[in-house]
């Protein structure tokens, strides 16, 4: 079973709206963690950055792409990250995936399967 979970990923269309979620285990959410990130890979492209949070502080920081449209936060009770993404735009179109990263690392150390998101005209 994954650490980090993801969903809520589907298809609607421009400028709609649709929030993704991504449950952690207990490991992918101790007190190693550090924050919670999401990114974005489209096909034939490099996966990106899209969003994080600090664990422990809520803190966020966003790419400059979803700046303004994506939100992220985290439910400490419920173990889970959100993001929640208005206005999409075509190019939004990707799988999601969140990734956990511990204190005092450069890597991340959990990932999950993602989830595709695909926006329509």
């Known amino acids: 079973q994954g650490q980090l979970v993801e969903s809520g990923g589907g298809l609607v269309q421009a400028g709609d709206s649709l929030t993704l979620s991504c449950t952690a285990s207990s490991r992918a959410w101790d007190s190693t963690i550090m924050s919670l990130s999401w990114f974005r890979q489209a096909p034939g492209q490099e996966r990106e950055f899209v969003a994080s949070?600090?664990?422990?502080?809520?803190?966020?920081s966003y790419a400059d792409s979803v700046k303004g449209r994506f939100t992220i936060s985290r439910d400490v009770a419920k173990k889970t990250v959100l993001l929640q993404m208005n206005s999409l735009k075509l190019e939004d179109t990707a799988i999601y995936s969140c990734?956990?990263?511990?204190?005092?690392?450069?890597?991340?150390?959990?990932w999950g399967q993602g989830t595709q998101v695909t926006v329509t005209v």
């Open positions: 990734a956990a990263k511990r204190f005092g690392r450069s890597n991340f150390s959990f």
């Open positions: 949070v600090s664990k422990n502080t809520g803190a966020t």
